[in-house]
């Protein structure tokens, strides 16, 4: 998985709960994305982090909301406002921007509602 | 609107043949077009990636074309095998950005 961890794997959760996905880089990249995967649809970018304390939406960020306080990790926390919160997340990291660089994928987790 | 289109949505084949997957996009301005290899439950892995003035790059069994006039890419899988299953995705990067597009996926399965 190219040095991207992904934690946990699976996660439930309740209605009205937050949770928070973990992704983890030991790649000294400078960008990480969260995208959102369901069945039958392309990858939907959430959130984009370019460098440290700076990060933009993307196209589906309703709902989420992320912090990049330390190079390495880039946490996404899936609020009680997101009503259809069930999918795969993907995080990625990259050099520089996504327009021009590779993007490495961590192996995901899959999010439930109870 | 900004669009990739693969086909087919998905496809059998035995062990050993050779198949050949299409992506037709209609992303402008164009900067670089990558596929990538998704097994079940796992993320992402890219194959290649190639900019406007590439028509043809290989990676092992792989070989991906590009025709940046008709807006067409192909990926072409030779001697399939088991480990071919898996769903491949073609991501059209818009120019002068950070834009990602992504295509749905053609999923393969490759039988003995």
């Known amino acids: ?114 | 609107k900004n669009q990739v289109e693969q086909s087919p949505q998905s496809l059998i084949i035995l062990e050993g043949k050779n198949c050949t997957l299409q992506c037709n996009y209609t992303v402008s301005p164009f900067s670089n077009l990558r596929w990538y290899k998704q097994d079940t439950g796992r993320g992402p892995v890219s194959l290649t990636i190639m900019t406007f003035s590439e028509n043809t790059k290989s990676n092992r069994r792989y070989t991906a074309t590009l025709d940046a006039d008709t807006k067409q890419s192909s990926l072409h899988i030779t001697a399939s095998q088991l480990s071919d299953s898996a769903s491949y995705i073609c991501v059209v990067s818009l120019g002068g950005g950070n834009k990602l597009t992504f295509g749905t996926g053609t999923q393969l399965k490759v039988e003995l």
Request: glycine share 10%; charged share 20%.
């Open chain 1, 1 to 114: 998985d190219g040095g991207i961890t992904q934690s946990p794997k699976y996660l439930f959760r309740k209605e009205g709960q937050n949770v928070t996905l973990s992704c983890e880089q030991n790649l000294n990249h400078d960008a990480m994305y969260w995208y959102r995967q369901d069945p039958g649809q392309g990858l939907r970018l959430i959130y984009y982090s370019q460098i440290v304390n700076d990060f933009q939406k993307g196209d589906i960020a309703e709902g989420y909301s992320v912090s990049r306080e330390k190079k390495e990790s880039f946490p996404l926390t899936v609020t009680s406002a997101q009503k259809n919160p069930t999918a795969f997340y993907l995080c990625a990291s990259s050099i520089g921007g996504q327009g021009l660089n590779i993007q490495y994928f961590g192996a995901g987790t899959r999010l439930s509602v109870l």
